[in-house]
Each structure stands twice: as structure tokens, then as C-alpha cells.
């Protein structure tokens, strides 16, 4: 929820412009929504590798002010989701997912 992700993090108000940033969109709500389904909302321990998170809150904690909302939220979480697959350990093989990934996020732009 987002009240557990606003307890989770020490950007309370940049992370909430975000998200209303993006919720205010066309299609911004199935891209929050379809995320949080995708890899969850980046409160838990266990979506962590080397302490950094995957979910939702890393994804609005990424994001810049400045471009589209949308185009915005796609961009952070490519950067996202790429650094999981850097921290990920080298057994699980995580590089393989991350051209389905990068291709689901893409659906989230604007544009």
C-alpha cells in the first residue's frame, strides 16, 4: 500500500509527488498498479539485493521531476530493474529476464 511504502522510506514528499505525478496519466494507474503485480512495492527485506530494493518505491525514489510522468516512471525503472540484475547473485542468471523486463516497462511510456 502506500502507506507502508511512505513508512519506508526518508523521501516521503518526493515520492508521493511522483506517484500522484504518474496517477494523474492516462494509463498512469495501470503502470503503478501492473508494477507493484510485476515486482511488488520494495518494502520487504526479501526484495532487496546488497540493500538495494527492486519495487515500486525504488522505482518513484528514481524518478526525476523534470519529464513526463510517464516517460519518467519508465525510465526509472529501467534504471531499477537493471541494478537489480547487477546485485543479483550470479547463480540465479537474472540477465536473461532483463530484456522481457525492460520490454514490459516500456509499456509504460507516454509516448
Known amino acids: 500500500?502506500?502507506?507502508?511504502?511512505?513508512?519506508?522510506?526518508?523521501?516521503?514528499?518526493?515520492?508521493?509527488?511522483q506517484f500522484d505525478r504518474v496517477a494523474a496519466t492516462a494509463q498512469g494507474c495501470y503502470a503503478l498498479v501492473d508494477y507493484v503485480n510485476?515486482?511488488?512495492e520494495g518494502t520487504l527485506a526479501t526484495e532487496r539485493y546488497h540493500g538495494q530494493g527492486w519495487g515500486l518505491l525504488q522505482v518513484l525514489e528514481e524518478?526525476?521531476?523534470g519529464n513526463d510522468a510517464r516517460?519518467?516512471?519508465?525510465?526509472?525503472?529501467?534504471?531499477?530493474l537493471k541494478r537489480r540484475v547487477a546485485n543479483a547473485p550470479p547463480e540465479r542468471r537474472e540477465e536473461r529476464w532483463?530484456?522481457?523486463?525492460?520490454n514490459r516497462v516500456r509499456s509504460y511510456r507516454g509516448t
Open 38 to 40: 510485476f515486482k511488488g
Open 63 to 65: 524518478m526525476k521531476g
Open 98 to 102: 532483463l530484456p522481457g523486463w525492460l
Open 71 to 80: 516517460t519518467g516512471f519508465a525510465d526509472a525503472a529501467q534504471v531499477v
Open 1 to 17: 500500500s502506500r502507506a507502508k511504502m511512505l513508512e519506508a522510506t526518508a523521501h516521503r514528499a518526493e515520492v508521493t509527488t
